[in-house]
């Protein structure tokens, strides 16, 4: 019997697609579009299309299972939930017991979670245990404070209206991997005359396109939008008028970005001056003009001013107040929807460790040390800098390792417990796009497979065994549904839109118009140019561009940008082609690189084995290995983050991947090895 039911997908790209996804004989067997959502426009990614791939993979953990051989290995043996979460329970009371609550450590990101999944009753099992707390700070920190510090979490620009653009300027991100319904908003643009600029190391497909592409060294993203505001006050393009009616902080943010003159930028960014100056005149001179800023820039010692500069560009140009104009981020707050309404618990007092040194933080002398370490939502193996750091950490025999996850990752080989985990189809979950401005709620639409269960149940079983649970918690999904939208104002009206349409919009409506529809989401409601408090905050203050002095043993500046293959390193195991580092010919010919020849990719951190790729699409000085891989895509089980450091952006404690410094050279392997 086939049947067709409504989904959605919680995965971690902006369009948050509606889904139709047919069932027979309780097996996904096919995966469309949905209607729901407009942006959807009756397509969705490859990835999502071949999602029935990740939930059939016999990779997948069907049942709870405990550590037989030495860490790392892969040997485990089945066992029941109830011993798996007894087992659990034992431990957590005696590390509270032994070290105190603090060494235990949840670890998760939940970029690909929903409403239900992430912070309910997860966060109230560690809220009320007094755990240490995670700073989730691995992606998107550094741009969401600087976008906070001068906006608000106000919305911007509905994708939608691109099509009302002159100009369309895509800085840090590509469309084409990320967020695809973009591509062809962006090709109907192209078409009634708009023009494209794309800034990236890289020749994306839409750069390929585009009027002007700027291939800027890694890093430089700051001095070059500093750059373009001192041009534009310089030669009188600043709309005074708007920054004397919005705007505070203007004569500091003039002050920091006076040093920035177009010789100076192009020095710096690798970039020629003409082409700086056809970049901002182009600017300064299209109305609409629309700035897509992705998450990119933020991936370096500078990411946090990086793109602040970049979201006061269009305030400065005065480009706001017409459809089409200003700038696109981040829409997850315009539902103002928090997932700890549910959660009945406060966050502790405790320590709060960042995500991105666990590593540093697992082979340290932390006092108390973590003994309870509990992953879900996340392949920390995979996804964090410093990753022969964290493989050494989880290594530790005194370290109970739990993870809680779909299919068997690079990191659930580390595991002391492995728990099996729903798919978003197999469970019920409400997600709010972080592009497309849509709130949907689906229930699932195949039952789980083998013995996966949900995150909400296992942690609420987790708080009623450690006799953490409150009368009066919230439970079952529907009561957590309750909870997040009875908590906010507007409820009720999500509420109403859900049921009759399936999708729900923000009270500003589905595309908006900054500075008409509404202003700033600031106490005062106006730009704050410079912010005070991202100032304090900032390593040596905000807009202050820290150097690459370089390095003459590693040259080569090493990126790793999401492909259209994985979401970050989930959907990893569907990948079964071997990865390859892209390196420029006038980078390859001197070290006698040929296409498909085996080579090491190395800095003092560490080295990845992999065959080379030649290719003019990656600007000169720069190399790419693709981000999301696993153990098993390269020659070595190492990715690009053995090469990334740990080191912290100026702004949120950001990773600093961009800032991997390496070199490449032939390996002396046998072939095929």
């Known amino acids: 019997m086939t049947s067709r039911h409504s989904s959605v997908c919680p995965l971690d790209c902006p369009d948050a697609c509606s889904l139709e996804v047919q069932v027979e004989g309780g097996r996904v067997s096919r995966i469309d579009a949905g209607v729901a959502n407009p942006l959807t426009q009756g397509f969705i990614c490859a990835k999502v299309r071949r999602f029935a791939e990740h939930v059939y993979s016999p990779d997948r953990l069907l049942y709870p299972a405990a550590r037989t051989g030495t860490k790392g290995s892969g040997q485990f043996q089945r066992i029941s939930w109830e011993e798996a979460l007894e087992r659990i329970t034992v431990r957590m009371r005696e590390a509270e017991r032994l070290w105190g609550s603090e060494s235990i450590l949840p670890f998760s990101y939940g970029g690909s ?6 912070d309910t009753t997860d966060a109230r099992l560690f809220f009320r245990l007094g755990a240490s707390r995670l700073a989730r700070t691995v992606c998107s920190v550094p741009t969401r404070l600087a976008a906070e510090g001068l906006y608000g979490r106000m919305p911007t620009v509905a994708v939608e209206d691109y099509l009302h653009s002159r100009l369309i300027v895509l800085w840090g991100v590509n469309p084409s991997a990320t967020g695809i319904h973009l591509v062809p908003i962006v090709q109907q643009a192209l078409e009634r005359g708009a023009k494209l600029v794309v800034v990236d190391p890289r020749v994306t497909p839409l750069a390929a396109r585009a009027h002007l592409h700027l291939p800027l060294h890694p890093g430089t993203d700051l001095p070059l939008a500093l750059g373009l505001i001192r041009w534009l006050f310089v030669h009188e393009k600043a709309d005074t008028a708007f920054l004397d009616q919005h705007a505070s902080g203007v004569a500091q943010l003039r002050e920091r970005a006076e040093a920035w003159d177009l010789p100076k930028v192009a020095a710096e960014t690798g970039l020629s001056v003409e082409a700086l100056e056809s970049f901002v005149r182009l600017y300064a001179e299209s109305h609409p003009a629309v700035i897509r800023c992705g998450w990119g820039q933020e991936r370096n010692r500078n990411g946090g001013s990086a793109t602040a500069a970049i979201l006061a560009l269009p305030a400065v140009a005065g480009k706001f107040g017409v459809r089409g104009g200003g700038y696109t981020l981040s829409n997850s707050g315009a539902f103002r929807l928090d997932s700890l309404a549910a959660a009945g618990a406060t966050s502790p007092a405790s320590r709060e460790i960042n995500m991105n040194l666990l590593g540093e933080t697992l082979l340290g002398d932390l006092r108390p040390p973590v003994k309870v370490l509990f992953v879900y939502n996340a392949n920390p193996v995979s996804t964090l800098p410093c990753q022969e750091k964290v493989r050494s950490g989880m290594l530790r025999e005194d370290l109970f390792t739990i993870v809680f996850e779909q299919v068997m990752t690079d990191t659930a080989l580390y595991a002391d417990l492995l728990l099996p985990a729903t798919t978003f189809l197999e469970r019920r979950e409400m997600s709010r796009g972080y592009g497309a401005m849509v709130l949907q709620d689906a229930a699932a639409v195949i039952p789980p497979e083998g013995e996966s269960r949900s995150n909400h149940d296992v942690f609420a079983d987790l708080c009623r065994r450690l006799g953490l649970s409150r009368e009066g ?29 399936g999708v729900a919009h923000p009270p500003t409506g589905y595309a908006p118009i900054p500075f008409v529809d509404f202003l700033p989401w600031t106490a005062d409601q106006k730009v704050h140019l410079f912010p005070d408090e991202l100032d304090r905050i900032a390593r040596n203050g905000l807009y202050h561009y820290e150097t690459d002095a370089g390095n003459p043993r590693y040259p080569l500046a090493l990126i790793s940008p999401a492909t259209g293959n994985t979401v970050s390193s989930m959907l990893g195991q569907t990948l079964k082609r071997e990865a390859k580092v892209e390196i420029h010919p006038d980078d390859a010919l001197p070290r006698g690189i040929a296409e498909g020849d085996t080579v090491r990719v190395f800095n003092d951190l560490g080295e990845v084995l992999l065959r080379a790729r030649v290719s003019p699409s990656v600007r000169p000085g720069v190399v790419v290995i693709p981000k999301g891989l696993w153990s098993r895509h390269t020659l070595n089980g190492a990715t690009s983050n053995a090469l990334s450091p740990d080191s912290l952006s100026d702004i949120g404690g950001g990773a600093c991947f ?6 490449v ?5 046998t072939s095929g090895s």
């Open 113 to 118: 979670n929903g409403l239900i999944s992430q």
């Open 658 to 663: 961009n800032d991997a410094r390496v070199d």
């Open 665 to 669: 050279r032939r390996a002396h392997t």
């Open 473 to 501: 918690d919230a439970v079952t999904d529907e009561a957590i549904v309750q909870a997040i939208l009875g908590a906010h104002p507007k409820g009720n009206e999500y509420r109403a839109g859900l049921a009759a349409r």
